[in-house]
Nanobody, 124 residues
């Protein structure tokens, strides 16, 4: 069974940084696109960032662009999301997801496998 496990969330003050990790058991992980989504209480799920299988192309939501960096280490079967200059509005549960299908990378419907999420809380 495919597993994605997020880690690295926590409580941080505004302006601080966190690095989220997404580790997977997918043996062919190097062929999968990986995305990060987040969901705040009472809000819809929101696309945050994604990275293609090779790592050559990355995508970001406007809300995090310039403050975040997604990267991957296929040898470690892990994707990272570095988040800097965090704001209280970044508070949410962050989920990583993966897919080996092509499509609209910003849509959660493209992704087949999901982690359980990691809480990020940014205090003002």
């Amino acid at each position: 069974q495919v597993q994605l496990v997020e880690s690295g969330g926590g409580l941080v003050q505004a302006g601080g940084s966190l690095r989220l990790s997404c580790a997977t058991s997918i043996r062919t992980f190097g062929t999968y696109t990986v995305g990060w989504f987040r969901q705040a209480p009472g809000e819809e799920s929101e696309f945050v960032a994604a990275i293609t299988w090779s790592g050559s192309t990355t995508y970001y939501a406007d809300s995090v662009k310039g403050r975040s960096a997604i990267s991957r280490d296929n040898a470690k079967n892990t994707v990272y999301l570095q988040m800097n200059s965090l704001k209280p509005e970044d508070t949410a549960v962050y989920y990583c997801a993966s897919t080996n299908r092509g499509g609209y990378i910003y849509s959660r419907t493209l992704y087949d496998y999901w982690g359980q999420g990691t809480q990020v809380t940014v205090s003002s």
